[in-house]
Structures are given as C-alpha cells and as structure tokens.
C-alpha cells in the first residue's frame, strides 16, 4: 500500500459525460500527479500541482481539468468524454524535495 | 525520438534466477532521475528503484539493483533469485532537469516479464 488513495476504482459512463476523479496524497506529500494509462498510449503524465498551484503540464486534453485543494487532495475532471478516453487513470504523490513518485491504485474508466 | 526504449517486449525466467531487464534512455540535460516501477496485473504500480544522474553507484533495493552505465544512456533492472512473484509488467522512467518539485516522469512501453517455476 503506497499510502496514496484515489476513488472511485472503477467508472462506467456514456460518451458525452463528465465525471471526477479523486485522490489523496501521502500524508505529508505537497505534490500531486495525474497520469492515463491506455492500451495505446502507454503511460502519459497529464499534470502536476505541488501544494495547491500549478506546476507542469503534459499532455492534457482541454476537455479535462484539474485542481488541488488546500487540504493537498486534487480531483481530475474529464468531461465530454469520448470512446478514447477509457484509460486508467492514476495519481502520484511525492514528498517535497524528494524524487521518488507512489502512486495510487488507479481509477479505471470505461467509456461505452 | 523515443526518451525512454524497453526493446524487450517479454521475457522469460526461471523462479530462483536472475534476470536484466533492459533499458536506455536519451536526454541532454546533465541532471535527470531514472526509475523503475512494477505493475502486477492488479494494476497498482510499485517503485522499486531509483538512480540519480549523479551517483556514483549503482542503486540496490532488495533484490533489485539498477546497472547504470552513463556513458552507453543504459539503465537496466537486475533481478536477482526471481520468485514467481515477480511475474508482472515493468517499466522504465526518467525524470528531466529542474530537479525535485518538477518532477513530471516519461515512461518506456514496458516489459512484461514471467517466472516460471
């Protein structure tokens, strides 16, 4: 158990929808990270925020979104979604100063 | 060009053996961070390993030990006395420049490696 938490684990939906994506840093943890991992795609990183701001961006669709909160949580939100958005969605955290990334169990989406 | 290559798709090992699972990276920046991460079939991915660009040695955890080889942009896991396991997909990284706080990952495609008793 990496100590990072992220609900819901799995997600069924319609193209068209939105939905929300949660996670829960280690405790202690300042940086959060969101990655998809698809068949196609691999493992791609998507954001990161480091205690409530902004602070690199990869290859995140416009149609999705993301915050932290000031208790260090952070959503992801994937709306108008589409076939190719079932992914698994993972979250990272890492503790400030240190390199190592743990991640969470993952949200798996299926967009049908 | 691809930053991160796993050119082995799979491998096969025997449980009790050790097995290299092979890596190479490509970045001009003088400071980055390679990792290596497992994911069992129930998805989770676990760190296993981590090498600094400027560590002098090769990082060990447990049974894990990173064969860093700069100079050949080469990284592989060593997996020593395989046990069954260990059967799962794993994958190399690298974060670029700019250090903690900006430490965004790029991941290879993977190598799905099985232990066979």
């Known amino acids: 158990d990496s100590g990072v938490t992220q609900t819901p684990k799995h997600l069924i939906t319609a193209t068209g929808q939105r939905v929300t994506l949660r996670c829960s840093p280690r405790s202690g943890d300042l940086s959060v990270y969101w990655y998809q991992q698809s068949l196609d795609q691999g493992l791609q990183f998507l954001i990161q925020y480091y205690n409530g701001e902004e602070r690199a961006k990869g290859n995140i669709l416009e149609r999705f979104s993301a915050q932290q909160f000031p208790d260090l949580h952070s959503e992801l939100n994937l709306s108008s979604l589409e076939l190719g958005d079932s992914a698994l969605y993972f979250c990272?955290?890492?503790?400030?100063?240190?390199?190592?990334?743990?991640f969470g169990p993952g949200t798996r989406l299926l967009v049908l | 060009a691809q930053k991160i290559t796993q050119t082995q798709p799979g491998m096969f090992v025997q449980e009790k053996e050790a097995v290299t699972l092979d890596c190479t990276y490509d970045?001009?920046?003088?400071?980055?961070?390679l990792f290596w991460y497992k994911q069992p079939s129930s998805g989770e991915m676990i760190f296993l390993i981590y090498q600094g660009s400027y560590d002098q040695q090769n990082a060990t955890e447990g049974r894990y030990s990173l064969n860093f080889q700069k100079a050949r942009k080469s990284a592989n896991l060593v997996i020593s006395a395989s046990q069954l396991g260990d059967s799962a997909m794993y994958f190399c990284?690298?974060?670029?420049?700019?250090?903690?706080?900006?430490?965004?990952?790029?991941f290879g495609k993977g190598t799905m490696l099985l232990v066979s008793p």
């Open positions: 970045t001009s920046d003088p400071s980055y961070g």
């Open positions: 990284a690298m974060r670029e420049g700019r250090g903690s706080g900006y430490s965004t990952l790029t």
């Open positions: 990272a955290s890492s503790e400030a100063g240190r390199e190592t990334q743990y």
